[in-house]
């Protein structure tokens, strides 16, 4: 994690280990799959929730009213995730990460 100059965190990467870790303790935290319907149906990380990088700024705030809620993103090779996270950040959202894209995931998929 990065600290700018007023010290609040900086959004940063997240790894595939970190994540599944969270996933297998229950933590309280957001995973955000931005790809397209079609692509969440194909096969989609267990727990993540689907709202595509389109929809995302209109659907963000009543899903996480609470703007510093733990958020990780993800796409299919990490370019529209790094959209997402900048979004997420205009939107005052101060402890977002992006794990990259699904296609670097090592762990089984739900389909």
């Known amino acids: 994690m990065f600290f700018n100059l007023f010290g609040k965190n900086h959004s940063s990467s997240i790894k595939p280990d970190i994540v599944m870790g969270k996933i297998n303790r229950k933590d309280k935290f957001l995973l955000i799959d931005v790809r397209s319907p079609e692509e969440y149906a194909r096969g989609h990380i267990e ?8 929809f995302l700024a209109n659907r963000i705030p ?4 609470n703007k510093d809620i733990e958020i990780v993103v993800y796409c299919q090779s990490g370019a529209r995730a790094k959209q997402a996270l900048l979004l997420l950040e205009r939107h005052g959202y101060s402890n977002v990460n992006s794990l990259g894209g699904i296609v670097a995931w090592p ?4 389909k």
Do not use: D, H, N, T
């Open 47 to 54: 727990k993540s929730i689907s709202i595509p990088l389109l």
């Open 107 to 110: 762990y089984k998929v739900i």
């Open 62 to 65: 009543k899903i996480a009213p």
